[in-house]
């Protein structure tokens, strides 16, 4: 079985920094496309990132671009979303998902999807 498990939400102050990561098992985890997707109360889930097969390869939200950074460490089956300067308009769930045939990365239409990690950004 696929399982995508987020960790590293918290509480953070705004301008502060935090880390979340998605560890993933039962797939071939280099072969996949990795997004990651935030949700607010009463709000519709959104793209924040996207990491192709390639690291090098990534695509932003224009809300987070120059503050976010996505990567992915296929020895550890691992994606990552450094998350430097938040708003309190960042406080979500962040959910990771995973794509095989990745076609459009900002819709919200993946594979697999994990069970969110909470970041709370305090002003």
């Known amino acids: 079985q696929v399982q995508l498990v987020e960790s590293g939400g918290g509480l953070v102050q705004a301008g502060g920094s935090l880390s979340v990561s998605c560890a993933a098992s039962g797939l071939t985890f280099s072969s996949y496309t990795v997004a990651w997707f935030r949700q607010a109360p009463g709000k519709e889930r959104e793209f924040v990132a996207a990491i192709r097969r390639s690291p090098t390869l990534t695509q932003y939200a224009d809300s987070v671009r120059g503050r976010f950074t996505i990567s992915r460490d296929n020895a550890k089956n691992t994606v990552y979303l450094q998350m430097n300067s938040l708003k309190p308009e960042d406080t979500a769930v962040y959910y990771c998902?995973?794509?095989?045939?990745?076609?459009?990365?900002?819709?919200?239409?993946?594979?697999?999807w994990g069970q969110g990690t909470q970041v709370t950004v305090s002003s």
């Open positions: 998902a995973a794509d095989y045939n990745a076609l459009r990365l900002t819709t919200p239409r993946y594979d697999y």
